[in-house]
């Protein structure tokens, strides 16, 4: 039984997923970077860096949320970048933000599901993700169809929070993520669920190797993985 955010409904994870988002969609933003102190920020900026010489002109964003990883992705100078979500509340705040921005002609926001992706093979130079793949209902059937849009040679990053392996830094994320991170979670978003189910979608991913296996399965050449802050999330990069 995989982790969901819902225990007591029917729903699939997928539709739970969905759910989950659109309710706290509104503070989603303010959270991320309150819960992480501000580091998600410098984790998406390192991410990213993985394709500098890589110089992707036409870019996907999966699991977009609210187009975060999206705009640091316009560093590399992309023509063009789509970003794809289930969460119609999460794409909502997203689109705001880009035409606050003034960013609505780089970066388009489009529902999307990652297991089913509306483009054609080969399509995309490069396809990104933060924070998304261990939402996926079938990570294997989501990475799989990530690497059939990639175009031959394009590159995959994709950042996801992990397990620390070493004291003292495994038994204090243990603390924040159990105790500290469900409480401010559920004052401020007023869904309980939505941060109960973090850590434990966590703590249930193949981080590390497991997840490079993965990624070997479906195709992923050349694969890497680099932990950043203690392990508390990990780059991990594959080539079509």
Same mark, same amino acid.
């Given at each position: 039984m995989s982790v969901v955010p819902y225990k007591n409904q029917k729903e699939g994870k997928k539709q739970q997923v969905a759910n989950m988002f659109n309710n706290i969609s509104k503070n989603y933003d303010l959270l991320n970077h309150v819960l992480s102190l501000g580091i998600d920020i410098i984790w998406r900026k %390192?991410? &990213?860096?993985?394709?500098?010489?890589?110089?992707?002109?036409? &870019?996907?964003? &999966?699991?977009?949320g609210t187009g975060?990883?999206? *705009?640091?992705?316009?560093?590399?100078?992309?023509?063009?970048? &789509? /970003?794809?979500?289930?969460?119609? /509340?999460?794409?909502?705040? /997203?689109?705001?933000?880009?035409?606050?921005?003034?960013?609505?002609h780089l970066i388009e926001l489009q529902m999307g599901d990652s297991e089913k992706l509306l483009f054609e093979e080969n399509k995309f130079d490069a396809v990104i993700v933060s924070f998304g793949v261990r939402n996926f209902e079938n990570?294997?059937?989501?990475?799989?169809?990530?690497?059939?849009?990639?175009?031959? /040679?394009? %590159?995959?990053? *994709?950042?996801?929070?992990?397990?620390?392996?070493?004291?003292?830094?495994?038994?204090? #994320?243990?603390? #924040?993520?159990? #105790? *500290?991170?469900?409480?401010?979670g559920k004052i401020v978003s007023k869904d309980n669920s939505a941060y109960t189910y973090l850590p434990e979608s966590v703590k249930a991913f193949p981080d590390g190797n497991d997840f490079i296996n993965i990624l070997e399965r479906v195709g992923f050449k050349k694969t890497q993985c680099k932990t950043l802050t203690f392990g508390i999330s990990s780059i991990y990069v594959g080539i079509k």
């Open positions: %390192k991410a &990213i860096k993985m394709l500098q010489e890589d110089k992707p002109k036409l &870019i996907l964003d &999966i699991a977009t975060d990883f999206a *705009i640091e992705a316009l560093a590399l100078k992309p023509e063009k970048i &789509i /970003g794809v979500d289930i969460s119609e /509340g999460m794409l909502n705040e /997203g689109r705001k933000k880009m035409k606050q921005k003034k960013l609505d990570l294997e059937k989501g990475l799989a169809d990530m690497y059939r849009v990639l175009k031959p /040679g394009g %590159k995959t990053v *994709i950042l996801e929070f992990s397990t620390p392996k070493k004291f003292p830094m495994k038994q204090a #994320y243990s603390f #924040y993520f159990k #105790y *500290i991170l469900p409480q401010i």
